[in-house]
């Protein structure tokens, strides 16, 4: 199941952002997950789980993710092809 989300610039002002559970990899945020409102799920409408989505520089996969487990990362403190914090084969600022 792809998982919807709604996009908050200002809630998720940096580039790029560290995850607690996965410490070691760089992430882009998508913003908040969205799910079906129960009470209108015919109408189309979407509302906020209180979660968001995040998915590992380098990957497609969307991660679900707490927003306090979420933070921001400096531009050139990650690899840009493998996402790793640390690496330095192709870092840029």
Same mark, same amino acid.
């Given at each position: 199941?792809?998982?919807?989300? $709604?996009?908050?610039? /200002?809630?998720?002002? /940096? #580039? ?7 410490? +070691? ?7 908040? $997950?969205?799910?079906? !409102? $129960?009470?209108? %799920? ?7 789980? +209180? ?6 520089? +380098? #990957? #497609?996969?969307?991660?679900?993710? %707490?927003? !306090? !487990?979420? %933070?921001?990362? /400096?531009? #050139?403190?990650?690899?840009? !092809? ?5 690496? +330095?084969?192709?870092?840029? /600022?």
């Amino acid at each position: 199941m792809k998982r919807n989300y $709604e996009p908050d610039d /200002a809630a998720f002002n /940096a #580039d790029y952002y560290k995850v607690r559970q996965f410490p +070691g990899i760089a992430f882009c945020v998508l913003g908040w $997950e969205t799910e079906p !409102d $129960e009470d209108t %799920e015919w109408s189309g409408y979407d509302v906020r789980t +209180g979660r968001v989505l995040a998915v590992m520089v +380098g #990957d #497609d996969h969307r991660h679900v993710v %707490e927003p !306090d !487990d979420l %933070e921001p990362l /400096a531009n #050139d403190a990650f690899c840009r !092809d493998c996402g790793q914090i640390g690496c +330095g084969c192709n870092m840029y /600022a």
